[in-house]
């Protein structure tokens, strides 16, 4: 008979596999790119893989700090991903959707500058 002690070693081997998996594609993903936000969400998914891995390894050995750790990193990757997001948006590469109400303004605008010619 099987006993949970096997089941969860067998399962967190199986999870640290996986992860191991997904942790290559994502570096791979990082490198290849090919644009820069494809980067930073590739930066972002290798935060959620190494909260993973420390939850893997917080059921494995069964010290309950690795969880306050994996928060903690789980808050600095979602500040993180902020943080770089605002920077593409300040740097221009990527241009949000004008709102309706700058359209409209816009529009003003251009049908007033061919009334005065």
Known sequence: MIT??????AASSAALVILSLALLLTVWRVIAGPTLPDRILALDML????????AVIAVKTG??????????????????TVAFARFLLSRG??????????????????????KRK
């Open 63 to 80: 010290f309950s700090l690795y969880i306050d750790i994996a928060i903690a990193l789980g808050l600095v990757g979602f500040l993180a």
């Open 47 to 54: 935060t959620g893989i190494a909260i993973g891995f420390i």
């Open 93 to 114: 590469s990527i241009k949000s959707a004008p709102s309706a109400s700058a359209a409209k303004i816009d529009a003003k605008t251009r049908r007033a500058g061919r």
């Open 4 to 9: 949970p002690d096997a089941i969860i070693a």
